[in-house]
T-cell receptor, first 114, second 111 residues
Framework: DSGVTQTPKHLITATGQRVTLRCSPRSGDLSVYWYQQSLDQGLQFLIQYYNGEERAKGNILERFSAQQFPDLHSELNLSSLELGDSALYFC?????????????FGPGTRLLVL | AQTVTQSQPEMSVQEAETVTLSCTYDTSESDYYLFWYKQPPSRQMILVIRQEAYKQQNATENRFSVNFQKAAKSFSLKISDSQLGDAAMYFCAYRVNDMRFGAGTRLTVKP
């Protein structure tokens, strides 16, 4: 158990809908990362937050957005969902968000868009 | 652009034997970090081992060790005394700022 929690574990929705994925980092970690793992794109970095502020952006679509709240939990919002958004979405956390730190991954949220 | 290449989509090893998984990366940076993550059927991403590029000594964690060749931009993972529980997808990753992952190698362990 990495100490990172993600809810829900599974999510099934329809095209065009909007969903919110939630992540709670390890105790004491200030930085949160979101990743998407799909069959055709592999594991891709989406976005990083540090202490409530966006720090780095990867291959995140404009239909997707994220935020980190004062209690350090983070939410990833996916809107206007398409079939291709079906994937496993991981959250990871680290203490300060620097490149040298190990990132600890949550169990993931499996999203299926029908 | 930094890219990570794992040239072996699948590998197989006999239980108790040794296997080496390959990883190469492309970068113009001199200071970076390399990781191997394991993803078992549960899909959880588990850190196996990490290496700092400024360290010449290869990292070791119990049965897992790396062969880090900075000039060749190579970072292979050696698993000794393979166990059934080692069966998983293994991802090599590179990080300066954001993390870049390879496509993964699926390791099968035969009893």
């Amino acid at each position: 158990d990495s100490g990172v929690t993600q809810t829900p574990k599974h999510l099934i929705t329809a095209t065009g809908q909007r969903v919110t994925l939630r992540c709670s980092p390890r105790s004491g970690d200030l930085s949160v990362y979101w990743y998407q793992q799909s069959l055709d794109q592999g594991l891709q970095f989406l976005i990083q937050y540090y202490n409530g502020e966006e720090r780095a952006k990867g291959n995140i679509l404009e239909r997707f957005s994220a935020q980190q709240f004062p209690d350090l939990h983070s939410e990833l919002n996916l809107s206007s969902l398409e079939l291709g958004d079906s994937a496993l979405y991981f959250c990871a956390s680290s203490a300060l968000g620097s490149g040298q730190e190990t990132q600890y991954f949550g169990p993931g949220t499996r999203l299926l868009v029908l | 652009a930094q890219t990570v290449t794992q040239s072996q989509p699948e590998m197989s090893v006999q239980e108790a034997e040794t296997v080496t998984l390959s990883c190469t990366y492309d970068t113009s940076e001199s200071d970076y970090y390399l990781f191997w993550y394991k993803q078992p059927p549960s899909r959880q991403m588990i850190l196996v081992i990490r290496q700092e590029a400024y360290k010449q000594q290869n990292a070791t964690e119990n049965r897992f060790s790396v062969n880090f060749q900075k000039a060749a931009k190579s970072f292979s993972l050696k698993i000794s005394d393979s166990q059934l529980g080692d069966a998983a997808m293994y991802f090599c990753a590179y990080r300066v700022n954001d993390m870049r992952f390879g496509a993964g190698t699926r390791l099968t362990v035969k009893p």
